[in-house]
Structure formats: C-alpha cells, structure tokens
C-alpha cells in the first residue's frame, strides 16, 4: 500500500495548477505543499531525492521540497527574516544544555511539532536584524498546562537579592501546592545565555520567595519566573520582570 503526495511548484506567469489558497502562496516566484507518506517501502527513508528531502516527525514520514536559488537579490522582509531566523537558531544553541529545552519538549508532546519548533514559532518575531532580542518582555521561554498564581509580583531587589511574592487561591489538600517557583534571568548586553536558578526551595504555597542572583541592582537583567510540577514535566507560562541596575550602584560604578 503506497500513497505518495508530491510538492507542486507552480509558475506564477503560467499557472499549470489550481491557485492555492493564501495561507500556502509563496509570494515571490513559486508555492510549495508539503507531503505525507504512508508506506511499507518507505516509512524509514530519510535523506535528499533530487529536490525532495525526506525526514520523519514523531514516527510520521514527510516530504518536503528543497528552497529554489533566486538570482534577484532578497527584500528587506526576506532579509529580516534571515537575521531573525540566525538569531533566534544561536538563542536556542545557547541554552539546549538548559531547561528551556525540557520545558518546549514537554509542551509538544501532544502535539506533531518539536519543541525546536514551537519555539522557533513563538519567538521568531522577538529578534531584530541586528541579532537582538527587540522586545524581552515578549519573549516566551516557557509554555505549558500549568497556571501562575495570582498576583505574582516583583516586591523589592537590592543586590544580589530578589524578592517575588505572590497569592495562593488552591485548597490546601490539592498537589498543586508543591509546584516548585522556577526562575531565569538574562543580561542586558546582547548576551544570549539564560541562567536558570538550580533552586527548589519554594513552592507555590508559600506565597514568597527570595532569589539569589548576584547581578541584580549592579546591571540590569530581565527576569523570567515561571512554575513547574514535582515531576519536572509539566510548566506553565512564565512572568516577566525587569530590573535596572539600582541608583547606588549606578553611583557606586561612575
């Protein structure tokens, strides 16, 4: 049994197949499909046909077509998104030793994306053409199932310290009360590290918790605060927080 569905590349002067629909046109020269295929014979192909290149998601078997060399030089949206796509690749290289990994696998295991995916999808926009992040405030280092509790707030910061308190509206028999406060902060300068903090002291009932992150107050840093279940499999979205470097300091420094 073999069912094979190809690519179509249609000629935009001479169309020789039916218009496609918007969301599919590739508004420069040609539009591509991409294919499944269910097969006894090749449900393990993986590589390069000719223009096709063969690979599998989650045990399914797909096809897709090379990108065709333009001799036009790009546009200025093509090339943004080149620089986007370059940038956010080296974000995620950066930080694949980190949780962040764990936490986009999580969020697609029900879904036929990988995380890789995902999260190139949810943060491609966040990059500028200068190979910066434009916007940290929009930058989406967690998804998942689990929600932040309520009034989840920066109370005060001096150096090296921070403070987070935060509400607790669940019942006090239920599991979710020992979701443990996760927590990652990120430079000022362009830097694409994320450093998590390896600290499971708080959970979500105890409404407070204390961060050592020795940068605070001495340069600015943006904080991401997020919650995870015992299991470490489950995540929820997480707060962001920004925190310029304190006046003292700025003094202190000059």
Known sequence: FFILELPVTCDRENPVAPEPSPALYNKSQNWKLMASVISLLFNKIKGRINNFVFYQVKGQ???RSCGYKRSSPPTPAQQLQRCRMRAIVSFYRANRETLLTKIWKAEASDK???GYNLF???N???FNQEFRISDYSILCIS???LNLPPCLTLHD????????YWQNDLPGDTSRNQDYLQAAWLKSDGSFTLHFIPDKTYTRDCCKAVLD????GRQSIHLYVLFSDQSGRNFSSARYFYLPATKTTLQATT
């Open 213 to 216: 992150i020795p940068e605070a």
């Open 143 to 145: 998804k998942g199932k």
């Open 112 to 114: 036929p994306e990988s």
């Open 120 to 122: 190139i999808s949810a």
């Open 124 to 126: 491609i926009t966040v």
């Open 61 to 63: 078997q797909r096809i």
């Open 157 to 164: 910061y001096t150096e090296g310290k921070v403070t987070i």
